[in-house]
């Protein structure tokens, strides 16, 4: 199991499940939703998350069209996001797990919308757009 919450700690969240293979997203939305140059998100079945404190500050915000993004409305910590056509599917934000996660990232995505100041300089696989 994995324990995750966000940065005021009125979120906690518990994860049945231990996240999939994950990449680093650069898209527009991403680097705006996480402050930072890109999101680390892994895919997680809904069925597995398990919120137990905070259900009152949790907040959906649907960031571009089918594109759901959750934060915790007291601090700002994104926390899941998840796509309208599989909403049995989340992408936890790594960043809130409390839980040591050891996976490393398997791919860079949306490198075409990656900021001009970011330098990649791993040589995982890049997409321009989603991974193919």
Known sequence: MYDGSCLCQKIHYQLTQEPGDFGYCHCVSCRKASGSAHA???PVMRKNFHLLAGAAELREFESSPGMIRAFCSNCG???YAFRTERPELLGIRLGTLDT???KQAKEHRYVAEKATWETI???LPQYAGPPH
């Open 121 to 123: 300089e791993d040589q």
């Open 77 to 79: 910590s994104p926390i």
């Open 100 to 102: 040591p996660f050891s």
């Open 40 to 42: 680390a998100n892994a």
